[in-house]
């Protein structure tokens, strides 16, 4: 049997068709066997290819035979000649053809002659399709590059038309438009209320906090150069979905205005508060402590409980406390844990301290892991005493109690990435970028239409602060003047 496919086209006005380019594919089976079904992938992409150049090659003609004449008087533009423009697009690369004509002469005054116009270039000033874009981002996002594109290139038509440094780059490109489109929703955040007019939120229940550390790309220098902090947090909600953040420490202003920006984009309004869960780092105190839309901060009971596990294990490795004491020294400890799990943080740092006095008797228990460990735990109480609350009447009205929704952000922004089986090594510039690009594809909040939203911004951006875009480069032709003398 043979598959004979043609193309023709059609006016949506007078519904008249016209021939195309003939026949765009041959496809033939001579034996009867289903050994080999449908298409196969070869001939899919010939024919993807084949139907995308045909496509673009009428969409841009018919689209030119609108632009030959002036709009202001109406008389029809010379034409001073012909090049070609390279698009590319999901299914291939094409090649069109691309006039260049001399503007009017009703355009002409002494100051301004007349000159070029290049209508092609002038309206299509990114050379890549939004929907190729948004494929290489959201590939790139999940694998490495150089794997992403060869995935790309091993199931659509894009022969020598995408590379692995052209989707680090448009990763770089996204996530820089992604970090500008944040930083104007910050300086559009309106102020919040007083603090006597506050509420809970009534959407966001909790957010959660962590940070992690990725292999910095400069071996050299000291102990900064080494390693890329870089911030993951978790929002959870009421009635969907949780919706994750991510940043560098070093690429942000402000910490507390990407919390709030996160904060406000997901529903929180200026007269409400969230609570924020986090560990001890000093970082996130400072994130709530300038954060207008937090309310306090909790420290999370994850690393409470490792702290006083970590005591009671030591127990049964001290040499100084008899195996008949050792059952009542750790039950001393479990007492002072469930004190603090009911909100009495106080009451079981004196416990600890009672029992670390009792075992100072002891010769030799100031040396000791035990003596080490009932002081970490505490130390960590005292210092963090304004973070405790009542972890037992939180866990029973369902409210969050640890930071486990922020460390398994961690892993599924950054550890998944951009450091677990993967030998990598960042720049702070590439990690933020990617963590953008990444927490946007996570969110479900990346598609071809956001990519458009970040080109019209961008480029609104530059026209408000006079920035003219980026040109591409083209080789001067030295024979053939811009403009009339």
Known sequence: MRLIIEARMADEDSDTVHDGDGVLAVVERRDCSLAHLGLTLAEGRSLLAKVQAGLVSKQVEWWFSGQTHCRRCGAALSHKDSRSTVLRTVYGKVTVKSPRL???????????????VHPLSKALTNRTT???EYLQAEWAAHLPYRQATAMLNEVLPLDKCISFSGTRNRIHALGKK???DIERDIAKLPQAGADGQVRKSSHVTSVSVDSAWLRHCDSGGGLGLRHVNIFAGRAMFKDGPPKVYAYVHKEVTSAAARLDQFLSRNGVVTDERVTVISDDAGEFEKAVQGSQLARNRILDWFHIAMKFQAAQRSVFGSKMIDPMERQSVEAEITHAKWLVW????????????ALDGRLLMREG?????????????SCYLRNNAHTLVNYGARHRKGLPISSSIAESAVNQVISHRMAKKRQMRWSDEGAQYMAQVRAAVLNREFSPRRILSLEMAASHHRKCIGVAPPRRYRTPNKSDPATIP
Do not use: M
Request: glycine letters at 6%; hydrophobic letters at 35%.
């Open 102 to 116: 001399w503007s009017c002469a009703c355009q002409q005054t002494a100051r301004a002659p007349r000159h070029v």
């Open 130 to 132: 939004p929907e190729l």
């Open 178 to 180: 992604l970090d500008a």
């Open 342 to 353: 009911h909100g009495k943080g106080g009451k079981a740092v004196q416990r600890i301290k």
């Open 365 to 377: 228990y100031e040396f000791s892991t035990l003596w080490w460990n009932l002081n970490t735990v």
